[in-house]
């Protein structure tokens, strides 16, 4: 009865982890949860005053499939203003949400037998939504010594004939790293010996960088631009999770198929999520400013507790709100009832039934021996996780 390509996808791993956690809190459990990637502030209020206006004005139906024509106005002139990317209104397509705007990408331009390279740690819907397109999926794992970067070398090993894309995040979920403009700059060149590439690249958590501005490759490569897809949206920068409200800009054909595709599957964002999103845009960044400060402050006690713990290594992220250890150390060990911890997933498992912690495993980002966690929570719930974590690690022989 059910479609044989739901078969070759996996349900999501995040998700998975976070549901478990909630099952365990509805029995009576105290559970310390840092699986989850949202910001755990509210949307600032100026934000929350436009969409009030815009029900009380009366801004109640259905909008133009692609968004509004002032949203998109101005997510061009932010993209010119911050990004240096030019762009028409046009060419951007507005959605429910940055996941919806890859996928449908990714759906707009991938058919059977392309090839998509995905550098590892990957967010973990990347890889399902080229299945999902019928497209292979070419994983590129990378190196903890490297922040987890692509290299140049890598990406030039792994583009075959079959290639179609490329998928970049940075910063990136799950790792945090941010590639630099020389990074970018030497994956540019080995892209521009094949002109059939595209190249979509995941920009949603830009506005949370620490170190230096957020750098992206169109802007040190311009002549790229026609063939590179830049996904953005609100939910992270301007803690807008449940707003759904996300975009890409991309060469026209490209943002006219992915319209054509939304106008069957979904039609328009919400409408007073669109006037929300205007106001984000068209205003000040000062409450972002704060939260990227707290993110940072929160990082720097993360990081620095982690590499505290025995036979834990964990680099500093330079965006993003995840850090993403090494504890390949305690693979192998046994549990106090003498299970083996074979995997990550074993071991957040463990974490989770057994002392209350729920993380991520490492395996559902293509990296067995990681673990993510999200320090988008207190510095108290931080802390309490820290402690936990330290005791079920010591528990392990």
């Known amino acids: 009865m059910i479609a044989e390509r739901i078969s070759r996808i996996a349900p999501s791993a995040t998700m998975k982890i976070s549901a478990r956690a909630k099952e365990l809190r509805d029995s009576g ?4 949860s840092l699986s989850q990637g949202e910001p755990d502030f509210k949307t600032p209020q100026h934000i929350c005053d436009a969409a009030i206006e815009a029900i009380k004005d009366g801004h109640h139906g259905y909008t133009v499939n692609t968004g509004n024509i002032e949203l998109r106005k101005a997510i061009c002139d932010k ?6 990317y030019h ?13 919806q705007s890859i996928g449908f990408s990714i759906l707009a331009t991938i058919g ?27 994983v590129v794992r990378t190196e903890f010594e490297n922040d987890y970067k692509l290299t140049a070398a890598q990406l030039e090993q792994a583009i075959t004939p079959k290639t179609k894309m490329l998928i970049l995040c940075s910063p ?11 990074e970018l700059k030497e994956l540019a060149e080995v892209l521009q010996k094949y002109p059939d590439v595209l190249i979509l690249s995941d920009e949603i958590y830009e506005y949370i960088v620490f170190d230096g501005d957020h750098v992206s490759i169109g802007e040190v490569a311009p002549e790229l631009m026609h063939r590179i897809i830049v996904i953005n949206g609100f939910s992270k920068g301007f803690a807008m999770t449940g707003w759904r409200l996300g975009y890409l800009a ?7 198929a992915v319209a054509k595709i939304q106008s069957q599957e979904t039609s328009g964002a919400c409408s007073i999520s669109q006037k929300a999103g205007e106001a984000a845009y068209n205003s000040g960044l000062e409450e972002v400013e704060k939260m990227r400060e707290a993110f940072k402050q929160r990082r720097d006690y993360l990081v620095t507790a982690l590499n505290e713990v025995p036979g834990v290594s964990c680099f500093s992220p330079g965006g993003a709100f995840y850090a993403f250890p090494d504890i390949s150390s305690y693979l192998g060990k046994k549990t106090p009832d003498g299970d083996t911890i074979a995997s990550s997933t074993d071991l957040c498992l463990f974490l989770l039934e057994e002392k209350g912690l729920a993380l991520v495993p490492g395996d559902a980002f293509g990296e067995p021996n ?7 929570a207190s510095l108290d719930e931080l802390k309490q996780a820290m402690e936990i974590l330290k005791s079920g690690l010591a528990a392990l022989v």
């Open 112 to 138: 059977p037998g392309d090839e998509v390279i995905i550098p590892a740690p990957y967010w973990v819907s990347y890889p399902e939504m080229v299945k999902l397109a019928e497209g292979e999926p070419v």
């Open 370 to 376: 990681g673990i993510r966690l999200s320090y988008a």
């Open 87 to 99: 762009f028409k209104p046009n060419q951007v397509v507005v959605s429910n949400g940055a996941k």
């Open 79 to 84: 993209l010119e203003r911050e990004n240096g």
């Open 250 to 256: 991309a060469h026209e054909s490209i943002a006219g």
């Open 29 to 32: 459990r105290k559970i310390v």
């Open 172 to 182: 990136s979920n799950p790792t945090g790293s941010c590639y630099s403009k020389a």
